[in-house]
């Protein structure tokens, strides 16, 4: 069992930048690929990011360029730094885990989730 726990929303202005973190517990996070989903009041859950147990990354289209997944094994977590935010940024954003190791765009292919994190970009 992995529990996700994600820290480092807030409010921000649009062009700033946020930095979450999502902390795992156990001692086979190195094993799992980890995702960030991102979920506005209205809409679907989205895959905004996601990066692979061999560490290759992933990006939706909208954030490439701006977003960045990283990971730290050591620290058993999962960072998603965010820049040149923008209003439709706005959502909830979960982390998930993923025992296959592979990234998949679909949230059902994810095992864990975390709780999420409120992110709030105002114009």
């Known amino acids: 069992q992995v529990q996700l726990v994600e820290s480092g929303g807030g409010l921000v202005q649009a062009g700033g930048s946020l930095r979450l973190s999502c902390a795992a517990s156990?001692?086979?996070?190195?094993?799992?690929?980890m995702g960030w989903f991102r979920q506005a009041p209205g809409k679907d859950r989205e895959f905004v990011a996601g990066i692979s147990r061999a560490g290759n990354t992933y990006y939706q289209d909208s954030v490439k360029g701006r977003f960045t997944i990283s990971r730290d094994n050591a620290a058993n977590t999962v960072y998603l730094q965010m820049n040149s935010l923008k209003p439709e940024d706005t959502a909830v954003y979960s982390c998930?885990?993923?025992?296959?190791?592979?990234?998949?765009?679909?949230?059902?292919?994810?095992?864990?989730w975390g709780q999420g994190t409120q992110v709030t970009v105002s114009s």
């Open positions: 156990g001692r086979t996070f190195s094993r799992y690929a």
């Open positions: 998930a885990g993923r025992g296959l190791g592979n990234i998949v765009f679909d949230l059902k292919g994810y095992d864990y």
